[in-house]
């Protein structure tokens, strides 16, 4: 069994999220169960009814059963009619001053905590958890900071498991999918590619899922790509730059037939008749 190990403390074995963040999901557990014993309630927190005279116990329990009836969300808007000088009183706190909805708010972002989860990524837009401007540089948070670590730590563990010793092979994610809503960032890398020569536009189609063309095997550099020794030594025009990087290409195992025969009648023309 290949054991891909988080964050511990000994050495060992990881820590897993569930078990050491549990008293963040506990809270987070008993904030959701409060919330929906509100709603539940109709929204009204916990009151009492008080009487100017004592009350028996059949008379406590058929109160009971009548408030009973104008309890629940079911029962939200309903008037009860008090007899016997009885008389309601609330106990004044609302969700809003309980602060409920700031907890619950925290609560997620504490648990995207222990996971490395931006908020965003589950939905928590908030001004606080909005750090990207775009849908881009969110999924390029997302996998910088969230998915990268991990992948690397994987990468590394089947190497070390499965491959140590072996050269030939390795072990890398391609996470090229995950780029590709970031069309400016796409664009420049495979610009770079393509003038520097490392990439062809056959290899630029491949990851785009396009079908090749005919000559995109080609690999090419700029032509103004000029060594610093050579710099003012070098009077060749563009052109002639340009012909005879297009002639070693046609012709990698000689010169130009085409032009050695110019070349030769061009001297057979100007040789003095006898």
Same mark, same amino acid.
């Given at each position: 069994?290949?054991?891909?190990?988080?964050?511990?403390?000994?050495?060992?074995?990881?820590?897993?999220?569930?078990?050491?963040?549990?008293?963040?999901?506990?809270?987070?557990?008993?904030?959701?169960?409060?919330?929906?014993?509100? *709603?539940?309630?109709?929204?009204?927190?916990?009151?009492?009814?008080?009487?100017?005279?004592?009350?028996?116990? #059949? %008379?406590?329990?058929?109160?009971?059963? !009548?408030?009973?009836?104008?309890?629940?969300?079911?029962?939200?808007?309903?008037?009860?009619?008090?007899?016997?000088?009885?008389?309601? %009183?609330?106990?004044?706190?609302?969700?809003?001053?309980?602060?409920?909805?700031?907890?619950?708010?925290?609560?997620?972002?504490?648990?995207?905590?222990?996971? =490395?989860?931006?908020? *965003?990524?589950?939905?928590?837009?908030?001004? %606080?958890?909005? &750090?990207?401007?775009?849908?881009?540089?969110?999924?390029?948070?997302?996998? @910088?900071?969230?998915?990268?670590?991990?992948?690397?730590?994987?990468?590394?563990?089947?190497?070390?498991?499965?491959?140590?010793?072996?050269?030939?092979?390795?072990?890398?994610?391609?996470?090229?999918?995950?780029? =590709?809503?970031?069309?400016?960032? =796409?664009?420049?890398?495979?610009?770079?590619?393509?003038?520097?020569?490392?990439?062809?536009?056959?290899?630029?189609? =491949?990851?785009?899922?396009?079908?090749?063309? #005919?000559?995109?095997?080609?690999?090419?550099? %700029?032509?103004?790509?000029?060594?610093?020794?050579?710099?003012? !030594?070098?009077?060749?025009?563009?052109?002639?730059?340009?012909?005879?990087?297009?002639? !070693? &290409?046609?012709? +990698?195992?000689?010169?130009?037939?085409?032009? !050695?025969?110019? @070349?030769?009648?061009?001297?057979?023309?100007?040789? +003095?008749?006898?």
């Amino acid at each position: 069994m290949m054991h891909i190990r988080g964050f511990g403390l000994d050495g060992m074995c990881g820590l897993m999220p569930m078990n050491t963040g549990r008293d963040v999901f506990g809270s987070a557990m008993a904030i959701e169960e409060s919330a929906a014993k509100v *709603f539940e309630n109709g929204m009204q927190n916990s009151g009492f009814l008080s009487s100017k005279t004592a009350l028996k116990a #059949d %008379q406590r329990e058929g109160l009971r059963k !009548s408030v009973s009836a104008f309890t629940g969300s079911k029962n939200a808007g309903k008037v009860m009619v008090l007899e016997a000088d009885l008389t309601y %009183q609330s106990v004044t706190m609302n969700p809003e001053d309980a602060q409920m909805l700031e907890s619950r708010a925290f609560s997620i972002e504490e648990i995207c905590r222990w996971f =490395r989860v931006p908020p *965003f990524m589950v939905g928590h837009m908030t001004k %606080q958890s909005s &750090w990207a401007s775009s849908v881009e540089g969110m999924n390029l948070l997302f996998l @910088s900071n969230t998915l990268r670590p991990l992948l690397v730590n994987i990468e590394q563990e089947i190497v070390r498991c499965l491959l140590a010793g072996d050269e030939d092979y390795f072990a890398e994610f391609s996470v090229e999918g995950l780029l =590709r809503a970031d069309s400016a960032g =796409r664009s420049a890398y495979y610009t770079t590619a393509l003038q520097n020569g490392w990439m062809n536009r056959n290899d630029v189609r =491949r990851l785009e899922n396009l079908p090749p063309i #005919d000559g995109g095997d080609i690999y090419t550099v %700029q032509l103004n790509l000029t060594p610093l020794d050579q710099l003012g !030594s070098d009077s060749t025009s563009g052109g002639e730059k340009a012909r005879a990087a297009l002639e !070693s &290409w046609l012709f +990698p195992e000689g010169p130009n037939p085409l032009k !050695s025969k110019a @070349s030769s009648t061009e001297q057979n023309d100007t040789e +003095p008749q006898e």
